[in-house]
């Protein structure tokens, strides 16, 4: 299925984990750090924002209007957010920025909670969230190489996922012991911790070639790179950002149509099952991912894509047939599968597929906004199937989307993965 496209490919990918000096001990304990304390700041956004608002007599008219602002303004950050990572030299430098406008945005949050000021507050979140996450696999691929990238990226979704779990669970327990106010004052709090963490980072291991597809080049200039438009004639990459964006499109409806049932059906105990919905699900990506990074180098990436992307479409015709919470809870740990496998191969196949182009984080901008786009349509377009047809029609027309992205990966995608021989 590859043809002499992906051939070439998969010769210049092969040489990243071998340019550059091997990093230090410190500077990966740093990034576990990193990984920790920025997943741990984001956490305090998101439900506590309408909780906070809500607290605060908004109507929901104005708080969905600034969620969906501070949404919107994450979908259109991440193309020229990976263009100015493949330009910036110091991605530390980026994720530092980036902290500080969150810990502002929290700071007016808590204090100033009026429309303009929220507003502001959220749309510069909503611009720098996303940013902290590329810059994370920018400095993750420029410190260990193409070579070690798979285990890397496995171990910073354990911690991301370890920090976001510890950090909801505090902060929910603020929450309720303090207030919601007290939330965003945490968020601050974090800050310098992310701060120590990032100069535990040494700059020198940060290698500003390997950090953005292009390892044979490190000098102060840009590295050549191909135009936006060859970018987007690779076929391995438009087919990946497809199956995302189909994925995030059946995905991000289940959790809420779930929710809604379950309510509806006056289920007493409905607030426990969501958290264990919520929760489960992300103990075992911890748990997960870095067997899933491991195995990335041993079976490849395609087998873990079709686990990863096959098991949608199975929850989403278990939860049309089931309403029962335990049975529930059960099927809802395969989103812990998909999400330990997508978050650990998403920036691993498109550092595979961009391998010498120096276009790396570009990349990783149009699949994050592909997967934005897909999940920014989801609740409504299922939303409305669940009203107009049943909340089981609306599952199994789920489950046949998540099933074309497991189609489009078994007929177009081919194996990524860099020959040991080469």
């Not at 299925?1 to 040489?15: I, N």
Request: net charge positive; hydrophobic share 55%.
């Amino acid at each position: 299925m590859r043809g002499g496209h992906s051939a070439t490919m998969t010769v210049t990918t092969a040489s990243f984990g071998t340019a550059g000096p091997a990093p230090s001990q410190v500077s990966l304990g740093g990034l576990d750090a990193v990984n920790f304390f920025v997943a741990g700041i984001l956490a305090g956004f998101g439900p506590y924002v309408a909780a906070y608002l809500a607290d605060q007599k908004w109507n929901q008219e104005n708080i969905g209007f600034v969620l969906t602002a501070s949404s919107l303004a994450g979908l259109l950050s991440q193309l020229p957010g990976g263009e100015l990572l493949d330009t910036v030299r110091s991605k530390r430098a980026i994720v530092a920025a980036g902290a500080t406008i969150v810990a502002i945005s929290a700071v007016i949050i808590a204090f100033e909670p009026r429309f303009p000021l929220v507003f502001t507050a959220l749309m510069l979140q909503g611009i720098t969230g996303p940013m902290l996450g590329l810059a994370i696999a920018a400095i993750s691929l420029g410190l260990v190489g193409q070579a070690a990238l798979p285990e890397r990226l496995g171990r910073n979704q354990r911690f991301a996922s370890t920090g976001s779990l510890i950090a909801a669970a505090v902060m929910g327990l603020i929450g309720y012991f303090l207030s919601y106010q007290a939330i965003f004052l945490a968020v601050v709090a974090l800050t310098p911790a992310l701060f120590v963490a990032l100069a535990r980072i040494h700059a020198p291991d940060v290698h500003f070639g390997r950090a953005c597809g292009a390892p044979h080049h490190h000098e102060s200039g840009q590295p050549a790179r191909p135009s936006r438009r060859t970018l987007c004639k690779r076929s391995e990459l438009l087919a990946f950002a497809s199956c995302l964006f189909l994925f995030q499109l059946a995905n991000a409806s289940m959790l809420p149509l779930v929710v809604e049932a379950l309510v509806y059906d006056g289920e007493r105990r409905s607030s426990l099952v969501v958290s264990a919905l919520i929760v489960l699900p992300q103990i075992l990506v911890a748990l997960m991912a870095p067997w899933v990074g491991r195995q990335a180098k041993s079976w490849g990436r395609r087998p873990l894509l079709l686990m990863g992307f096959g098991a949608l479409p199975i929850r989403a015709l278990l939860f049309a047939t089931v309403l029962d919470p335990p049975l529930l809870i059960a099927f809802q740990l395969l989103d812990g599968i998909s999400g330990a496998v997508l978050g650990v191969l998403t920036a691993l196949v498109i550092a595979d597929v961009t391998g010498g182009t120096g276009r790396f984080n570009l990349a990783q901008g149009m699949v994050g906004t592909a997967s934005g786009i897909g999940a920014s349509l989801s609740t409504a377009l299922f939303g409305l199937l669940a009203a107009g047809f049943g909340r089981t029609a609306a599952f199994v027309s789920i489950a046949s989307v998540g099933l074309l992205a497991v189609l489009i990966v078994w007929f177009f995608m081919p194996e990524t993965k860099p020959s040991a021989t080469q």
